[in-house]
C-alpha cells in the first residue's frame, strides 16, 4: 500500500498554463506539506496543513496555492506556471504539526515548464 | 539555512559500516536530531531521530555527543542500495515554521562493492 501518493508523477507544461498536482495519503496524518526540489537538489518547504489550516507559509509566490479538500488531501495548485517553476514537488505527512514525529515523503512530481 | 554542516561525500565499502558524521554546534535544547535520507530520484525517507540520548531502529543508529554539539548516524551493514543523500537536520517539537524541516546539502554516500 502506498502511504503517500501524488499524481502526476512527470507534468510538462508551457509558461503562462495552471496546473495541479495531487497528493493523497493512507496513513492518517493530520498534516501534510508541500516541498521544492530544484536543480541544484536543494529540498525547501513550501506549505503545511494541519486539518484544513494553513499552518505554515513559506515565502513563496501566491501564484502558489495549496487546498485541502479533506484530511488525506493536500493538493498544490500553480497560476501563470513560469520557467522557474521548473522543479521536483514532494509531498508529505506527519501525524503531528511540528511534533517530535517524522515525516513520510510521496515520491514526487516532477514538473517541467517550457 | 541549515543548522548543520555535514561532509559533501564519503564513500562506504559493501558489508562495512557507514558512519555519517553531523556537526550541530547551535543546537537548542529542545531541538531534536533527524536523519533522512534520498536515494536518487525518489522522496526523501526517514531514518532516525533523538534529543539526547543514543537510539537504534531496523535501519541505523544514531549516537549524539554529550554536549549534543555533534552526532553521527551508523548504517551497521552498508549495502548498494543504501547509496543516497542523507541529510542531518535539527528542529524544535514544536508547531509553526519551527518546526519545519530544513535540508542542508547532506552527504552524499556511495557504497561501492
Redesign the interface.
Known amino acids: 500500500d502506498t502511504a503517500?501518493s501524488q499524481t502526476p508523477k512527470y507534468l510538462v507544461t508551457q509558461m503562462g498554463n495552471d496546473k495541479s498536482i495531487k497528493c493523497e495519503q493512507n496513513l492518517g496524518h493530520d498534516t501534510m506539506y508541500w516541498y521544492k526540489q530544484d536543480s541544484k537538489?536543494?529540498?525547501?518547504?513550501m506549505f503545511?496543513y494541519?486539518n484544513k489550516e494553513l499552518?505554515?507559509n513559506?515565502t513563496v509566490p501566491n501564484r502558489f496555492s495549496p487546498k485541502s479538500p479533506d484530511k488525506a488531501h493536500l493538493n498544490l495548485h500553480i497560476n501563470s506556471l513560469e520557467l522557474g517553476d521548473s522543479a521536483v514537488y514532494?509531498c508529505?505527512s506527519s501525524s503531528q504539526?511540528?511534533?517530535?514525529s517524522?515525516?513520510?515523503?510521496?515520491?514526487?512530481t516532477r514538473l517541467t515548464v517550457t | 539555512d541549515a543548522k548543520t554542516t555535514q561532509p559533501p561525500s564519503m564513500d562506504c565499502a559493501e558489508g562495512r559500516a557507514a558512519n555519517l558524521p553531523c556537526n550541530h554546534s547551535t543546537i537548542s535544547g529542545n531541538e531534536y536530531v533527524y536523519w533522512y535520507r534520498q536515494i536518487h530520484s525518489q522522496g526523501p525517507q526517514y531514518i532516525i531521530h533523538g534529543l539526547k540520548n543514543n537510539e537504534t531502529n531496523e535501519m541505523a543508529s544514531l549516537i549524539i555527543t554529550e554536549d549534543r554539539k555533534s552526532s553521527t548516524l551508523i548504517l551497521p551493514h552498508a549495502t548498494l542500495r543504501d547509496t543516497a543523500v542523507y541529510y542531518c537536520i535539527v528542529r524544535v517539537a514544536g508547531g509553526g515554521s519551527q518546526g519545519n524541516l530544513i535540508f542542508g546539502k547532506g552527504t552524499k554516500l556511495s557504497v561501492k562493492p
Open positions: 503517500v537538489k536543494f529540498l525547501k518547504i503545511s494541519n499552518i505554515i513559506e514532494f508529505a504539526a511540528g511534533g517530535p517524522e515525516q513520510y515523503f510521496g515520491p514526487g
